[in-house]
């Protein structure tokens, strides 16, 4: 395929295993790896691809199981070209490669709100593909626009209303890679920031398993949140809950574990294959399933064919 690909001057890696480019270390190769050097790189590749290639844009892989197969078409993963922070008043335009904590202590120095990002792993594309959130607030809440590359490499911008966020997904278009986005926080000391993140940092790792491998929650809390994304205080309902009355805190399969720490955590003990990982969390939702009815849904993202 690469030999198809019209010249860029990122990069462009065939057969790129993409296993250490996720935060659970698993994942066979893409059949190309796209690295751009700038936006308009981006956008000449994109205009010059032919339309029946896929396109699967990446970002720090804290959120994905890459199945063993791969792959097949491009994988485009944006580095430091894209990863740039300017705050202007509370407007925050953070590049999709910028990370979440990142934006958010630059943010706190700045006497601007935006430290619900602090704990959340990945970066600015995956917070707002996702409407990632935590403390009862959520990217929708802050959001102001998001600037992509089409598939045909047109160059948009893009509003609340065109992403239609709802809890832990957007309607971005298909193939279409988010390269910025703008945020308006509110006003804050930088010191109670600070403090505020150091705060939530040390609950975060008094509660979950931050030095195990793993891509954060596994599963949506199966109630307690509207259509828009906003947490319902009435609904305690937790995924963590329903799997560790179903049984399956510590459950295994191969190299992998539902974590003892957290039961809602998938984790990569050493050795758990891409299989071992998704097939570890069917069994989970189908326990779950058969002693409360409860069907539970995915969090992490799964993409890529099966090992043949």
């Keep these: 395929m ?3 690909l019209s010249p860029v001057r990122g990069r462009l890696t065939p057969d790129r295993s993409l296993d250490d480019l996720t935060w659970l270390r698993v994942g066979g190769p893409a059949d190309v790896l796209f690295q751009p050097a700038d936006v308009e790189d981006l956008a000449d590749f994109l205009s010059a691809l032919p339309s029946d290639v896929p396109v699967f844009p990446m970002g720090v892989g804290s959120n994905l199981i890459v199945r063993d197969g791969g792959i097949r078409g491009v994988v485009i993963r944006l580095g430091r070209g894209f990863n740039g922070i300017e705050i202007d008043g509370l407007k925050v335009t953070a590049g999709a490669a910028a990370l979440d904590v990142h934006v958010a202590r630059r943010a706190a120095d700045a006497g601007v709100d935006l430290t619900f990002l602090r704990t959340i792993p990945g970066s600015i594309g995956g917070a707002v593909r996702m409407n990632a959130g935590c403390y009862g607030s959520y990217v929708a809440d ?78 949506r ?9 906003r ?30 720490m957290h039961a809602n955590f998938l984790t990569n003990a050493g050795g758990a294959t891409a299989a071992d990982l998704e097939g570890l969390g069917e069994d989970v939702r189908k326990k779950v399933y058969d002693s409360s009815g409860i069907t539970l849904e995915w969090e992490i993202m799964r993409v890529g064919e099966p090992a043949a």
């Design 2 to 4: 690469i030999d198809k």
């Design 142 to 219: 802050v959001f102001e626009s998001a600037t992509v590359v089409l598939r045909d490499g047109t160059i948009k911008t893009l509003s609340a209303n065109d992403l239609q966020f709802a809890y832990r997904q957007t309607e971005l278009p298909q193939g279409a890679v988010l390269i910025s986005a703008v945020l308006k926080g509110v006003a804050g000391d930088a010191e109670t920031l600070n403090d505020r993140m150091a705060a939530q940092l040390a609950k975060r790792d008094e509660t979950q398993p931050t030095k195990d491998r793993t891509a954060g929650s596994t599963f």
């Design 221 to 229: 809390n199966p109630a307690g949140f509207s259509s828009t994304g």
């Design 231 to 260: 947490a319902d205080d009435s609904q305690e309902l937790k995924a963590w809950k329903v799997i560790q009355d179903a049984g399956m805190r510590g459950a295994i399969r191969g190299g992998a574990v539902m974590n003892e």
